[in-house]
C-alpha cells in the first residue's frame, strides 16, 4: 500500500516475523497451539479457583485476576497476529492500531501492579502470619484489586491520548507483528517528544515503583525465612514464594528488554515482543499449576468431581 508524503495515513502494514509462505503456516500452527493453551490454562486456573473452596484466599484471588489479565492481554495480541500470518495484505487500520497499543498498555500497567500487590500479600502472609486475615481481608483485597486496575486504566489512557495527537503522513510500515507504541512512534510525521517523556515517565515511576515494592516485600520474605530454625519451615516458605517470583521475573525480563531498547526492528526484538506478548501469558498457569500443591489438589477434586457426575 503506497503512501505519499502529504497523504494522511489511515492504516498501517504489519511487516510481521517472516515474509517465506512455508515459514508463516509453520508459525500460524505453533501460535495457533500458544493461544490455545494460553486461553485453556488461564481459564481453568480461573475455574479451579472459582469453584474450590478450599482457594478462596487472598493469594488465590489475586491470582484469579492475574490468569485473566493473562488470557486477556494474548487475546490482544495473537488473534490478529493469526490473521496475518494468512494474509496477503497485512494491514491494520489506525484505530485498530491505537485500540491495540492501548490494551497492551493498560493490561501491562495492571499486570505490574497486581504482581506488586500478590508479593505485599506473600509478605503479610510469611512475616505477620497473625495478623494476616485482618491486614488482607477481603475489603482490603478488592481495594488493591480495584487500584490496579484502575492505575491500568489511567495509565493506558494518557498514553493513548497522548498518541492520539499524533500526525502520520508515511511511510506506514510498522517493524513488527503487532502495533507497539515505540514502533508506531517511529513513524509518525509531528513531535513524538510528549508521547515519548509520557511512555517512559509510566516505565520509571510504575516499572520502578512497582519493583521497589516488589524488592521490599522479598527482601523482608528472605530474612524472615533466614531466621527461622526449621528447615521445613524454610522449605514450605521459598516453596510457596518461587512460584510468584519465577513470574516476576519472566515477566519484568521480557518487559524491560523489550522497552528499552531502541525501535529497530531487528531479530532480537521480534523474539523479545514474543516472550513478552506471547509466551509470557501461557508460562503463568503453567508455574503456578506445576510449581503449587494445592492448585494440584484443586484440580484434582475437580477431576474427580467431574468423574463421579459422569457415572
Not at 516458605?237 to 512460584?243: Q, V, Y
Not at 517470583?245 to 528499552?260: A, E, H, K, P
Request: aromatic share 10%; charged share 10%; with cysteine.
Amino acid at each position: 500500500m503506497e503512501v505519499s508524503n502529504v497523504t494522511t495515513v489511515t492504516a498501517f502494514v504489519l511487516l510481521g516475523l517472516s515474509n517465506n509462505p512455508q515459514i508463516q503456516v509453520l508459525l500460524f500452527g505453533l501460535f495457533l497451539v500458544i493461544y490455545l493453551l494460553t486461553l485453556t490454562g488461564n481459564l481453568m486456573m480461573l475455574l479451579v479457583i472459582s469453584t474450590d473452596s478450599h482457594l478462596h484466599t487472598p493469594m488465590y484471588f489475586f491470582l484469579s485476576h492475574l490468569s485473566f489479565l493473562d488470557a486477556f492481554s494474548s487475546s490482544i495480541i495473537v488473534p490478529k497476529l493469526l490473521e496475518n500470518l494468512l494474509s496477503r495484505w497485512k494491514i491494520i487500520s489506525l484505530l485498530e492500531c491505537f485500540t491495540q497499543i492501548s490494551l497492551v498498555i493498560f493490561s501491562g500497567a495492571t499486570e505490574a501492579c497486581l504482581l506488586s500487590v500478590m508479593a505485599y500479600d506473600r509478605f503479610q502472609a510469611v512475616c505477620h502470619p497473625l495478623l494476616y486475615v485482618v491486614a488482607m481481608n477481603r475489603r482490603v483485597c478488592t481495594g488493591l484489586v480495584g487500584a490496579c486496575w484502575t492505575v491500568g486504566m489511567g495509565t493506558s489512557l494518557i498514553n493513548t491520548l497522548l498518541l492520539a495527537q499524533q500526525y502520520f503522513c508515511g511511510p506506514n510500515l510498522v517493524r513488527g507483528f503487532a502495533c507497539e507504541l515505540p514502533s508506531v512512534l517511529l513513524l509518525t510525521c509531528s513531535d513524538p517528544h510528549a508521547s515519548i517523556a509520557c511512555i517512559l515517565t509510566t516505565m520509571v515511576v510504575l516499572g520502578l515503583g512497582t519493583l521497589v515494592l516488589l524488592l521490599g516485600s522479598y527482601t523482608h520474605i528472605i530474612m524472615t525465612a533466614l531466621g527461622i530454625n526449621s528447615a521445613k519451615g524454610r522449605s514450605k516458605i521459598f516453596t510457596t514464594c518461587s512460584s510468584h517470583f519465577l513470574v516476576i521475573t519472566i515477566f519484568y525480563g521480557s518487559g524491560l528488554f523489550r522497552y528499552m531498547t531502541p525501535a529497530t526492528g531487528s531479530a532480537l526484538e521480534q523474539v523479545l515482543s514474543v516472550q513478552y506478548s506471547v509466551v509470557t501469558p501461557l508460562l503463568n498457569p503453567l508455574i503456578y499449576s506445576l510449581k503449587n500443591q494445592e492448585v494440584k489438589a484443586a484440580l484434582r477434586r475437580m477431576l474427580a468431581r467431574k468423574s463421579r457426575l459422569t457415572f
